[in-house]
């Protein structure tokens, strides 16, 4: 099966090039550093430091990863991290947060999982252990690793019903990728079990790192300047924040929106903050947003001494790296990607910043943290956009049902905090051999 798997991805290699350069039209990322896409980084002279490789598949991980690679540094001193990415945004992120290891952290492309390419990566940085954050198998990937005898740690791990019977459907090849895996460093015992099924032999319940994230003071500076713009040409405007919206939320946002502040149920001079969670997605939703007649502005217009218009009705945050930002500029806010059956986005960050969550109906990538969350009553379903104006108006014109939902929201993010230490524990034994 692993032989039929690699020649299909030769075989694809050429129209997966083509797809990449084509991408490339709206994130120029996609075409630079190719070479390391194709396994091939130079003839970059070794380094004097033991190599952790660390692999974070985009943003969501990139970020998710920040306490692990902090903690993972100072745990071994003398190492550095090679954090590898599949997409420009992961890698732009990435830069943006790890700048400040300098040295230690070296990042780029994770290599395409043909065999050979994995391979030569192993050989050109000699990484001590192989993580993977999340839900990333690569077959090819983890059997050269038991090659060149790398141990595989899946970190932060989390498997949806829905994931675990596409990966079963897939038999031998991933049921070899699985029993290749040294360590699984579950979310949750439900993840846990899901994994056990796929054949991996070593797993362990640590929690979710994203918990564990330590929420940056430029952040909350940038998202304090940001506040005082919206507020800047009136007082203090109840601000809705629709965060990691995904492609046809939008419109169903927009639609809901217009329908409330005709019907007058939003508060008086209510501003709708959108954030979609694909860069390449501004223009086209900045169109969306005029096309219904909305006033909007964008957030890269501000500039340094902008203001929010009082007439402005919709906010584009338009920018990389500034979501925590976001949430604490708002009032409470509405995580994407679960209006639609999409599995929602991460909810924990809001918490950690003491918002009240809105969530859509569809999480099933984060079932259980949604239900603990509401459980909490830091978070609250709704079951379509206008149910998510109508709860938002709620709440914005409720201040104690404001801050109550928010402190809630705050103490169920502190409760499971813990989930880093807990995998360093795991992956220790690893790295004393």
Not at 136 to 165: D, F, M
Not at 250 to 276: C, G, H, K
Not at 386 to 413: P, Y
Request: aromatic share 6%; with cysteine.
């Amino acid at each position: 099966m692993r032989l039929l798997y690699t020649l299909a991805w030769w075989l694809a290699l050429p129209l997966v090039l083509a797809r990449l350069w084509l991408r490339g039209r709206q994130e120029p990322g996609y075409r630079q550093h190719w070479a390391e896409r194709l396994g091939c980084y130079g003839r970059q002279s070794k380094s004097l430091m033991p190599t952790l490789w660390l692999h974070a598949v985009s943003v969501g991980e990139t970020r998710a990863a920040e306490p692990l690679i902090d903690a993972l540094l100072a745990q071994w001193p003398d190492c550095r991290i090679v954090l590898t990415h599949m997409t420009p945004t992961g890698r732009a992120t990435g830069k943006a947060l790890f700048a400040k290891h300098g040295a230690r952290l070296v990042q780029c492309y994770l290599p395409y999982d043909t065999g050979a390419m994995p391979a030569r990566f192993i050989r050109h940085f000699a990484p001590r252990i192989c993580i993977l954050m999340e839900t990333e198998v690569w077959p090819n990937l983890i059997h050269q690793c038991n090659r060149y005898k790398v141990p595989v740690v899946l970190a932060n791990a989390r498997l949806s019903q829905r994931s675990l019977g596409k990966a079963q459907r897939l038999g031998k090849l991933i049921a070899d990728a699985a029993r290749g895996i040294t360590l699984v460093a579950a979310q949750t015992q439900d993840d846990a079990e899901r994994v056990r099924q796929l054949g991996v032999r070593d797993v362990v319940v640590t929690g979710s790192i994203k918990f564990d994230v330590v929420v940056p003071e430029a952040a909350l500076a940038t998202g304090a300047w940001l506040r005082a713009a919206i507020d800047a040409s009136t007082h203090a405007r109840p601000v809705l924040l629709c965060a990691s919206t995904r492609e046809g939320e939008e419109p169903l946002i927009l639609d809901a929106w217009l329908r409330a502040s005709l019907a007058a149920s939003l508060p008086l001079n209510a501003l709708l903050l959108i954030v979609p969670r694909h860069p390449q997605r501004f223009d086209e939703v900045e169109k969306l947003i005029v096309a219904q007649g909305l006033a909007v502005q964008r957030r890269s217009g501000l500039g340094q001494d902008g203001v929010v218009a009082p007439g402005t009705q919709v906010l584009l945050g338009d920018s990389m790296g500034e979501m925590f930002a976001y949430y604490a500029a708002c009032d409470c806010a509405f995580v994407g990607g679960s209006l639609l059956p999409l599995g929602g986005q991460n909810l924990i960050e809001p918490a950690a910043l003491g918002k009240p969550v809105l969530i859509g109906p569809h999480t099933f990538n984060f079932a259980l943290v949604t239900q603990q969350a509401i459980a909490a009553g830091g978070a609250a379903l709704v079951a379509d956009a206008d149910a998510l104006m109508a709860q938002a108006s709620a709440l914005l014109q409720d201040a104690a049902q404001l801050a109550s939902m928010g402190q809630k929201a705050l103490a169920f993010a502190n409760q499971h905090r813990g989930a880093t230490p807990r995998t360093i524990a795991a992956i220790q034994p690893l790295l004393l051999v």
